[in-house]
């Protein structure tokens, strides 16, 4: 087997030997707590490999949304104040284009936790542009069994009655950077061996 079509046959092996990884994300869009003023969200979803039932990684945070005369903020609910404590994902506001990574996702701005049962309109982090706007997360410890953090964003809206849509959303399966606004492209390895394997043959046919 020539050095080219090794390279091509790599590639593809890698492609078909994978784990196939399946997301789910969504959405609880607001449901009303209190009053009709405050709203109660569940943003996130659950990372599946090859058909399993269990979910391998959990993306979800829980928030509380309000409007006041400022604007409009959301606020984490700390599942580190409930009565099972089981830490939080890590959850920043996000532009489309940023890149999420360790390194990035440190120097966003973080969402603001609250006590788990701190339902007031008071505190929380402003939401500029709150019709059309992008959060990225971090999935870590707890809701990462096979301790793999995971970089997603979401793309989400906000209407005049503080109502959330989910408009379109991202993930890295296996850890990798991710672009907000952009689906994540095949690994680096596997496109470095496919250009290689290209490279080649050009080679060859001159």
Request: overall charge negative; some cysteine.
């Amino acid at each position: 087997m020539n050095r080219s079509i090794f390279l091509l046959a790599l590639s593809v092996a890698m492609s078909g030997s994978a784990a196939t990884y399946e997301w789910t994300a969504g959405i609880v869009p607001g449901s009303v707590w209190g009053s009709p003023e405050i709203k109660l969200y569940t943003i996130g979803g659950g990372v599946y490999v090859d058909s399993s039932i269990n979910a391998i990684a959990d993306t979800d945070g829980s928030f509380i949304g309000y409007r006041n005369d400022t604007g409009v903020y959301l606020k984490q609910q700390d599942q580190d104040t409930t009565p099972m404590p089981v830490g939080n994902n890590y959850w920043v506001v996000a532009y489309y284009g940023d890149i999420l990574n360790h390194e990035t996702i440190a120097t966003m701005e973080r969402i603001e936790l609250c006590n788990w049962e701190d339902y007031s309109s008071t505190g929380g982090t402003l939401i500029d542009n709150p019709e059309d706007f992008y959060l990225g997360s971090m999935s870590t410890g707890y809701w990462s069994s096979d301790g793999v953090d995971r970089f997603s964003w979401y793309h989400l809206s906000l209407d005049d009655e503080l109502q959330m849509s989910l408009i379109d959303a991202g993930i890295g399966f296996y850890g990798e950077s991710v672009v907000v606004g952009l689906s994540p492209e095949p690994s680096s390895l596997q496109l470095l061996l496919v250009g290689l394997a290209c490279f080649s043959l050009r080679r060859r046919r001159r």
